[in-house]
């Protein structure tokens, strides 16, 4: 019984000390890489910026198109730049205000990214976020 208790110590040690790099990369709120319809940032035929973040390298934007091109609904677009090897950039969405989101990966094209998300059912709140240098920085979230 000792061992098993033992053992059980180990393995919940492990899965504690596993969690909070996990946890720190994305957040408490996070829930998935859940992304939905994505939409290329070419289609937008203009677009309005929202709010910028930047770290010393890289940079990023949260722009909302003019027009409703998804459905009759607005497409919300994460741009970012500056990227150096190893950084990564998300479009977040959330439906509780920001206290849990979903997040999805941008397309990396060299040195820039863009992810297209879609207001899908109206007041949906977005925000755009980079990880450069170690830390995630992420602009306001905006409907």
């Not at 019984?1 to 957040?27: E, F, Y």
């Not at 070419?42 to 677009?47: D, F, H, L, Q, T």
Request: charged share 20%; aromatic share 12%; net charge positive.
């Amino acid at each position: 019984m000792r061992k098993l208790a033992i053992g059980a110590v180990l393995a919940t040690g492990v899965a504690v000390l596993a969690v909070p790099s996990a946890a720190n990369a994305v957040g408490p709120g996070f829930i998935d890489y859940s992304c939905g319809p994505r939409i290329s940032y070419e289609r937008a035929n203009g677009s309005s910026p929202l709010g910028s973040a930047q770290t010393s390298f890289g940079y990023v934007h949260l722009d909302k198109s003019w027009n409703r091109i998804y459905k009759g609904r607005h497409v919300f677009y994460a741009l970012a730049g500056g990227l150096q090897r190893g950084d990564r950039v998300t479009l977040d969405w959330s439906d509780t205000g920001g206290r849990s989101w979903h997040g999805c990966y941008a397309k990396r094209r060299g040195s820039i990214a863009t992810a297209g998300g879609v207001d899908q059912w109206g007041g949906r709140s977005f925000r755009a976020c980079v990880f450069s240098v170690g830390r995630w920085v992420c602009t306001p979230w905006k409907k």
